[in-house]
Structure formats: structure tokens, C-alpha cells
Nanobody, 126 residues
Framework: QLQLVESGGGLVQAGGSLKLSCTASGFILDNYSIGWFRQAPGREREGVSCINRSDGSTNYVDSVKGRFTISRDNTKNTVYLQMNSLKPENTAVYYC???????????????????WGRGTQVTVSS
């Protein structure tokens, strides 16, 4: 059974940091490109970052560039999202998912991702 489980969320003050984990079971994570998304209350799910299979290349949406870092540890079958300089507007449920729209993730269209985890709540207080 293919499954992704997110963890690492919590409550943090503005300017603080959190490191989210996305751990896979039932498959080898390194064989896939993985994306991170978030969804704030009343808003649509939006892409945050993606890490590509094989070469580990990464991309980020403009709003998180320079503050967030995506990485993977193949020995732990886990993808991480290090989030620094957090802002209240970063408050959301964060999800990871497998990119199935091609070889390299080229965008953040939700229907091009599958096997979504249940998410982890990130709350940034002002």
C-alpha cells in the first residue's frame, strides 16, 4: 500500500522555523518527484515546492524562495521541507504528494499529484 505521512507541524512564532517530514511506505520515494502543497482555511490548495527524482533538482514558488528548502534522505525514505522566517500567512495544512504528471515536476496542478498524505498543521502566530 502506497502511503505518504506528513509530520513536523506545530505552532511557532513569526520568524521561527519548522521542519516538515514526508515519509513514504510501500514504495521507494527516490523513484518519484515529490511536491509539497498547503491549504489555508477558505483557500484553495497551492503548491509550495517540489523535488525531482534522480537528480534531486528543486523548485519553489516565489513566496517561499530563500526561506524554504526541500530535500530528501533516501536512507529514511523521507522528503523534508525546512521552513525558516515563517510568517503568519504561512499558516496552513501542509501536504506532500507524488508527482504523476511527468518525469520532472513542472508545476503545481493538484490533479497531477497523487497519494496525498493527510497533512500536518502549521500555525504561525504574529
Amino acid at each position: 500500500q502506497l502511503q505518504l505521512v506528513e509530520s513536523g507541524g506545530g505552532l511557532v512564532q513569526a520568524g521561527g522555523s519548522l521542519k516538515l517530514s514526508c515519509t513514504a511506505s510501500g514504495f521507494i520515494l527516490d523513484n518519484y518527484s515529490i511536491g509539497w502543497f498547503r491549504q489555508a482555511p477558505g483557500r484553495e490548495r497551492e503548491g509550495v515546492s517540489c523535488i525531482n527524482r534522480s537528480d534531486g533538482s528543486t523548485n519553489y514558488v516565489d513566496s517561499v524562495k530563500g526561506r524554504f528548502t526541500i530535500s530528501r534522505d533516501n536512507t529514511k525514505n523521507t522528503v523534508y521541507l525546512q521552513m525558516n522566517s515563517l510568517k503568519p500567512e504561512n499558516t496552513a495544512v501542509y501536504y506532500c504528494a507524488i508527482y504523476t504528471g511527468g518525469y520532472y515536476c513542472s508545476g503545481y496542478v493538484p490533479y497531477e499529484y497523487e497519494y496525498w498524505g493527510r497533512g500536518t498543521q502549521v500555525t504561525v502566530s504574529s
